[in-house]
């Protein structure tokens, strides 16, 4: 099944999960998130997902995954086992790496950040990266520096920003919008990732 076609996605996903017990993926986290994004609107996250990028990506390294030739051959053969589903409020899912980051050529992103019950930042700040674990709580949040460092991890099971302006990125895709609130937090449901 190739996903090329964004129109095309959605049906032939749906075809996959009618016919397969488990998916493979192979191309990027933005594709993962994809496929895991229609699982959980579908209600199937029964269905085991390998997943077989061609080069290391932010996923591999939260869950601790091969690239390549290793990871086609693991996701293949592996065992399917239960990890955090990490959802933004829009209903989509975050295989990678989610960030918060300002608008309209702004350096700064204004407001306030919260992890759980723990205070991320109130005020300024360059911008906010977002990663899924593969074990509990779920997440973990930083704020990063302006050369995209993070020096402090706040761990969860939710994030939540409240902001003047934001642009969401999920994987390496920007939101088409301008956000005054966002969420990023773990779904009730664990995803099944062949390990």
């Known amino acids: 099944m190739r996903l090329n076609d964004d129109a095309a996605a959605p049906e032939a996903i749906d075809a996959a999960i009618d016919r397969y017990r488990r998916l493979v993926?192979?191309?990027?986290?933005?594709?993962l998130a994809r496929v895991l994004t229609r699982l959980l609107r579908a209600?199937?996250?029964d269905v085991e997902v390998g997943y077989a990028p061609p080069g290391r990506t932010p996923a591999t390294r939260a869950y601790r995954l091969p690239a390549g030739w290793r990871a086609a051959r693991r996701a293949r053969a592996g065992t399917a086992v239960a990890v955090p589903l990490i959802r933004d409020d829009a209903g989509t899912v975050l295989a990678g790496a989610g960030r918060w980051v300002p608008v309209d050529g702004s350096?700064?992103?204004?407001?306030e950040g919260i992890v759980d019950d723990a205070a991320?930042?109130?005020?300024?700040?360059?911008?906010?990266?977002?990663?899924?674990?593969?074990t509990a709580p779920g997440l973990r949040a930083?704020?990063?520096?302006?050369?995209g460092r993070v020096r402090r991890w706040v761990s969860g099971r939710a994030a939540q920003l409240g902001t003047t302006g934001a642009l969401?990125?999920?994987?390496?895709v920007y939101g088409t919008r301008t956000v005054k609130r966002s969420t990023f937090y773990r779904h009730i449901e664990?995803?099944?990732?062949?390990?």
């Open 25 to 31: 993926v192979v191309g990027d986290d933005a594709e």
């Open 43 to 45: 209600d199937r996250l």
């Open 107 to 111: 350096v700064v992103l204004r407001g």
């Open 120 to 134: 991320l930042f109130d005020g300024d700040v360059a911008g906010v990266l977002i990663e899924p674990l593969g």
């Open 142 to 147: 930083g704020i990063e520096s302006r050369r």
């Open 168 to 172: 969401v990125v999920r994987d390496g």
């Open 190 to 195: 664990d995803w099944l990732l062949v390990r």
